[in-house]
């Protein structure tokens, strides 16, 4: 269930949760602020759309039936590219050990939702530039 659109901004962004009325209305948010956006529904799914697609942001659930999005985080990583990723925890999990584990898992990022799309971005530039800064060194 992918829906590419045409776009001028040149990221491409995964959104993965089970919860399939919160992953289509955040990945037609960010159709709307031009971004390229594949959408999955489980972590095996999305596992296949980044083999398959190369994105560069994953926006990832924890809390899935199946493969969790630990577990999803860890796969996504031993993939061709896959240190390359931006991968950003989008849970309902905020303790200090939850956002502790999604370290230890691979993760850039750990954000609480609700999230306000501009605080999404945000933290989505930052970790960007982070990255990049990172690289150079």
């Given amino acids: 269930m992918t829906q590419p659109v045409e776009t001028t901004n040149n990221q491409s962004i995964l959104v ?5 009325d919160a992953a289509l209305t955040l990945s037609m948010l ?6 390229t956006v594949q959408t999955a529904y489980s972590g095996q799914q999305a ?4 083999e398959a ?3 560069q942001v994953v926006l990832l659930d924890i809390s899935m039936p199946g493969l969790d999005g630990y577990d999803t ?5 031993q993939q061709p590219a896959g240190d390359e990723l931006l991968i950003i925890a989008l849970t309902g999990y905020g303790q200090e050990e939850d956002r502790q584990r999604t ?3 691979g993760f850039n990022g750990h954000l609480v939702k ?12 930052t970790l960007q530039q982070d990255w990049q800064k990172q690289q150079r060194e």
């Fill in 16 to 20: 993965v949760d089970d919860n399939v």
């Fill in 103 to 105: 370290r230890t898992a």
């Fill in 53 to 55: 697609q190369r994105p």
């Fill in 47 to 50: 596992l296949q759309m980044a």
């Fill in 73 to 77: 985080c860890r796969l996504l990583r």
């Fill in 114 to 125: 609700p999230v306000e799309l501009d605080v999404l971005l945000k933290t989505m530039t």
């Fill in 30 to 35: 960010l159709r709307l602020k031009k971004y």
